[in-house]
């Protein structure tokens, strides 16, 4: 166990945090899911940081370090779709938490036949999180999405990031499609 691997896991700790905070019957719950998420979003790009720079990438943290990430916007995303109840805001964000179960089953397959240095995470793919994390924080900061510049602000920003969704999920079919062509395709 070394301060990466225990920053991912501080990360997957907070998701149960998140969720009771956002259903707390008080007026600072909006305010404090948002600093929290914010708080979990930061650890993700620091313990990639920290694994790299003091050489303490570890498989356990190769492993989780996605699946928090992948949990912790999943269930953020399932929170502000009930929250807003609006199809404004379900359809991208069941278009991002499509994406990363698609992506991740094909991260899943390329590494079993070994190719998944073919599916690296892109620059577009980092892009992407980051506009994510901050559409996230931003919606779950806001008393309503059309309500205020917060609120529009997050969708604004979720749009972008469902955009850039498609758009590396793209990049990462593109990559795979020599090994998933039908066989004798050409």
């Known amino acids: 166990m070394n301060i990466p691997n225990i920053l991912t896991l501080i990360r997957l700790l907070l998701i149960p945090v998140i969720v009771v905070v956002i259903y707390l019957p008080f007026s600072w719950t909006n305010l404090a899911s948002a600093a929290i998420f914010m708080v979990a979003s930061f650890t993700d790009w620091f313990d990639g940081y920290l694994a790299r720079r003091l050489n303490q990438t570890t498989p356990f943290g190769a492993f ?12 953020a995303l399932a929170t502000l779709i009930e929250k807003f109840d609006s199809p404004l805001l379900t359809i991208p964000a069941l278009i991002i938490i499509g994406r990363e179960i698609m992506i991740s ?82």
Do not use: N
């Open 64 to 75: 989780l370090d996605p699946v928090a990430d992948k949990l912790m916007v999943a269930v």
């Open 105 to 186: 089953a094909l991260r899943e397959w390329m590494a079993e036949i070994g190719k998944r240095t073919s599916v690296a995470v892109s620059f577009i793919g980092k892009m992407k999180t980051m506009m994510q994390m901050g559409a996230i924080t931003l919606l779950l900061w806001a008393p309503g999405f059309a309500d205020s510049l917060v609120g529009m602000s997050g969708m604004v920003l979720l749009y972008v990031a469902a955009i850039l969704t498609l758009w590396s999920m793209v990049v990462y079919l593109k990559a795979a499609w020599p090994e998933l062509k039908p066989f004798g395709a050409k």
